[in-house]
Each structure stands twice: as C-alpha cells, then as structure tokens.
C-alpha cells in the first residue's frame, strides 16, 4: 500500500568557510533520533570529534588540549609514552621498586608473574622493543581525500550537442553521445584540445538520439536508450561492437538506472517504465507510473525513485508494481542519484536546490540554493566524500556530508551532461557540441 508524505524539510546551508564544516548536518550518517553520537573527522590528523548541530556534547579541556598539539608535539608525546612505559617496567625491578616504594608498578594490562618479576632488564631493552614494533604500512592505511580544486585539461570535440556522457575508471575511456552516433575517447585524448576519437558507434538510424547513458560497473559495457524504439547494450572490450537490442515498447527513454551489478536495469518513459533482466535480455515487467512524474530514475537495492513535473519523489518496489511512497517536494525534479553506499539519495530541483533522502528512513533534508536551473546534474563520487552538482553554465563540488563547497566553477555554455571517473580521477562535462574535461586536483 502506497501512502503520500508532506513531510517538512529540514533546512541546510553550504558552506564556503573550511571552519564552518562540520556544524550544519544533523542526520545525514546519523539518525535524528542519535544526535548525541560523535562523528570522526575523517580528514582530522588525529581523529578528533565533531558533533552535529544541535548535539548537548561539548568538549571537554582534554580535547581542546589535543586539538591544539602541532605534529612535532605529538611525536614528542608519543616519544615521551613509550619512556613512560619502559620507565614502569624499569621500575618493577626489585632495585627500581624500592626506590619507588613498597609496591610494584605496571602499566595498565601488563602481565605480572608470581615473584613479580618484571619481564625486561632495562630501560634501554624496553625501549629498544617497543621501538621495534613495525608501523601500519601506508598502503594499507584509509585516507579520505576531497579535491580542492579542477584543472581543465583538454575538450573533446564531439561535433554535435552532447546530450549525455560516461567516463571509465580503469582505463579513462570517454563515450559522448548524441544524433547518430557514440564517439569513443582513448586516455590521452583527455588531455588535449583537438585529439580524435577513437572510433566511432554509429546508430542504425541517424535520426536516432542517445539522451541517456549508463557504463557497466565493470567498464565492459554501455547501456544506451533515447530517440529510438530500443535499449542497446554495447560491448567495449576488446573492440566498441553492439552486444544486444532490447526492442522497447516507446520510442522515447527519458532515463536509465541499473542495478549494481548491472543484472536489472530501470528504462523511463513517458507514463511507464520497463524493467528489464539485462543478463537473459527478457523484459520484465512493464509498469505504469505518473505521466509527468517519470523524467529521471535511480535503483537502489529493491527499491527505485522516479521524479519529474509533477514534484513528487515516488518509491517503488522492485519486486512488484506497488508503489511506497510519493512525498511533495513542490518544485520540478530534474535528477536523482545514490550515494556509493545506497544509502542516501540526492534529488536536484528546478530551482537548484538539492533535497537529501534516506532510502529507508523518513529523513529529508533540504540544501538551499534558489537559483533556477534549466538543467541540473548530480554525480556521487566513488568514494562517497563529495559529489558534483552542475546547473546552468554552473559546476560545484560539495563535500558530503558536511556540504562544504570545496570548488566552483562557470562555464561559457549550459552544461548538459557530467560524470566523474570512478578513480576520482577526472570529471567530465557535455554542452552544445563538445565536452570538457577536468582533472581533479588533490
């Protein structure tokens, strides 16, 4: 049973301040109804606390005290703790326990024999094996990084409006689509002015438009859709061939999603959507949805949103026609997309403004922007630190989940398109006839 929701958003602000992160999301990586836990900054050398707005927790003298030790100050103070620990083994000896008094000394957790006895000679040994404890390898250590800022390395030139895009990870392939044809972009095209595609995907009919793409999650294949009466899966490797047609029901596909490991794909049109089992290529299931309220589509586990003119959020079932939920968001919806972890959902409005969704929960927030968008573009990164959002001739990058602007840049036309590598590596936007690349700067 389907039930509609016109609950309140709770209101965000981005923030271009670097010492304003931190302090403005309440619910996003931690319920509403656990405002109390502490989150970890993740980019904070030594781990240290932040709390949520609203949060009673505040620090104490010890954490100002920590906050405010430089790293030669630490090392130091790690230096000073191993000395500390060999000064208590060195004081379990029986001339070092008599000048200490009467009682033995340990530190917390050391095991003590019958006689105590300790187990080193000296301070020297005692320093000498603490000393030895090999440190955690680099590679092995989690680092969470943003970019602070883009490069734009090079544009490809793809003749025609591009009216969607994807970028590969593995080897940074580039496919523009538009009238006729998918162009394919090599590597060392990305850094160059007037480099030439790789090849070039011609379509069965040059009348026919690709308007929506999606590259596999193994960069082995392209789902394409748009002004044409099918779906095409496309076979990248080792050469750029048609690997099936889905015959479709419409003629145009206003959006795609597939599942995560590319088995169930989601195609909108225009008052229905098809579902369809990409692996045995069999629709599933065609499924009527709101007229005005299929224009973008994201799959998540078994649940997938659809939004539109309409301005209402509609949950589905994957596993059935049955509706969830639709809450009001009362302005268009132009794009929907999932963070990495299928937990949240970023929902970009006509008016710019981004609303965040819990997939699960009942939590909405609201990012206020307020700047009319013609097109509006969301793009998760891998890593789930930051996404892209584009309206107009606008790129922002936003970290997440703290929504501090961390670059911004304009273009000289209406972006249509973008994508991010899944390396985190370059950022990809489509326009009138060409695509500009980014790299991202760390």
């Given at each position: 049973?389907?039930?509609?929701?016109?609950?309140?958003?709770?209101?965000?602000?981005?923030?271009?301040e670097p010492?304003?992160?931190?302090?403005v999301?309440?619910?996003?990586?931690?319920?509403?109804?656990h405002?109390?836990?502490?989150?970890?900054?993740?980019?904070h050398?030594?781990?240290?606390?932040?709390?949520?707005?609203?949060?009673?927790?505040?620090?104490?003298?010890?954490?100002?005290?920590?906050?405010?030790?430089?790293?030669?100050?630490?090392?130091?103070?790690?230096?000073?703790?191993?000395?500390?620990?060999?000064?208590?083994?060195?004081?379990?000896?029986?001339?070092?326990?008599a000048?200490?008094?009467?009682?033995?000394?340990?530190?917390p957790?050391?095991?003590?024999?019958?006689?105590?006895?300790p187990?080193?000679?000296?301070?020297?040994?005692?320093?000498?094996?603490?000393?030895a404890?090999?440190?955690?390898?680099?590679?092995?250590?989690?680092?969470?990084?943003?970019?602070?800022g883009?490069?734009?390395?090079?544009t490809?030139?793809?003749?025609?409006?591009?009216?969607?895009?994807?970028?590969?990870?593995?080897?940074?392939?580039?496919?523009?689509?538009?009238?006729?044809?998918?162009?394919?972009?090599?590597?060392?095209?990305l850094?160059?002015?007037?480099g030439a595609?790789?090849?070039?995907?011609?379509?069965?009919?040059?009348?026919?438009?690709?308007?929506?793409?999606?590259?596999?999650?193994?960069?082995?294949?392209l789902?394409?859709?748009?002004?044409?009466?099918?779906?095409?899966?496309?076979?990248?490797?080792?050469?750029?061939?048609?690997?099936?047609?889905?015959?479709?029901?419409?003629?145009?596909?206003?959006?795609?999603?597939?599942?995560?490991?590319?088995?169930?794909?989601?195609?909108?049109f225009?008052g229905?959507?098809?579902?369809?089992?990409?692996?045995?290529?069999?629709?599933?299931?065609k499924?009527?949805?709101?007229?005005y309220?299929?224009r973008?589509?994201?799959?998540?586990?078994?649940?997938?949103?659809?939004?539109?003119?309409?301005?209402n959020?509609?949950?589905?079932?994957?596993?059935?026609?049955?509706?969830?939920?639709?809450?009001?968001?009362?302005?268009?919806?132009?794009?929907?997309?999932?963070?990495?972890?299928?937990e949240?959902?970023?929902?970009?409005?006509?008016?710019g403004?981004?609303?965040?969704?819990?997939?699960?929960?009942?939590e909405?927030?609201?990012?206020?922007?307020?700047?009319?968008?013609?097109?509006?573009?969301?793009?998760?990164?891998?890593?789930?630190?930051?996404?892209?959002?584009?309206r107009?001739?606008?790129?922002?990058?936003?970290?997440?989940?703290?929504?501090?602007?961390?670059?911004?840049?304009?273009?000289?036309?209406?972006?249509?398109?973008?994508?991010?590598?899944?390396?985190?590596?370059?950022?990809?936007?489509g326009?009138?006839?060409?695509?500009t690349?980014?790299?991202?700067?760390?």
């Amino acid at each position: 049973m389907s039930h509609k929701e016109e609950d309140s958003l709770s209101l965000l602000r981005i923030d271009d301040e670097p010492e304003q992160r931190g302090s403005v999301l309440e619910g996003w990586g931690i319920s509403s109804q656990h405002g109390q836990q502490v989150q970890y900054q993740v980019d904070h050398p030594y781990g240290m606390p932040w709390v949520p707005a609203g949060s009673p927790w505040q620090p104490g003298p010890v954490y100002h005290e920590l906050s405010s030790i430089t790293q030669p100050q630490w090392d130091l103070q790690a230096l000073d703790t191993l000395e500390l620990q060999a000064r208590w083994f060195l004081e379990a000896e029986p001339g070092g326990a008599a000048e200490a008094g009467p009682s033995c000394s340990y530190p917390p957790g050391a095991a003590v024999g019958p006689d105590c006895s300790p187990s080193f000679a000296s301070r020297e040994q005692a320093l000498s094996l603490l000393r030895a404890i090999a440190p955690v390898p680099d590679e092995v250590v989690v680092r969470y990084r943003v970019p602070q800022g883009p490069w734009k390395v090079g544009t490809l030139h793809h003749g025609k409006k591009v009216y969607t895009l994807a970028i590969g990870g593995a080897t940074h392939h580039t496919y523009t689509c538009g009238y006729g044809c998918i162009k394919v972009w090599g590597g060392s095209a990305l850094h160059a002015s007037n480099g030439a595609p790789e090849a070039q995907l011609d379509l069965q009919n040059e009348q026919d438009c690709v308007l929506t793409c999606k590259l596999f999650p193994d960069e082995q294949g392209l789902l394409t859709a748009g002004m044409s009466q099918s779906l095409t899966i496309w076979a990248l490797a080792p050469t750029p061939r048609v690997r099936a047609q889905l015959a479709s029901t419409g003629r145009l596909c206003l959006a795609l999603a597939i599942s995560s490991d590319a088995h169930i794909c989601v195609a909108c049109f225009r008052g229905f959507l098809e579902i369809w089992d990409l692996q045995n290529q069999i629709l599933i299931r065609k499924q009527k949805v709101p007229v005005y309220g299929s224009r973008c589509v994201d799959l998540a586990g078994n649940k997938f949103w659809t939004g539109g003119e309409d301005t209402n959020l509609y949950s589905w079932d994957l596993r059935s026609n049955q509706r969830l939920h639709q809450c009001s968001l009362k302005n268009e919806i132009l794009s929907i997309t999932h963070d990495p972890r299928e937990e949240w959902l970023l929902v970009g409005l006509r008016t710019g403004d981004i609303v965040i969704a819990h997939t699960s929960r009942k939590e909405k927030f609201k990012a206020i922007v307020q700047k009319y968008s013609h097109m509006h573009n969301l793009r998760f990164s891998s890593c789930g630190n930051y996404f892209v959002s584009t309206r107009n001739e606008s790129i922002e990058c936003l970290a997440a989940p703290s929504l501090q602007r961390l670059f911004q840049v304009r273009e000289p036309t209406y972006i249509q398109c973008c994508d991010l590598s899944s390396d985190n590596q370059y950022l990809v936007t489509g326009s009138n006839n060409s695509a500009t690349v980014y790299q991202l700067m760390y």
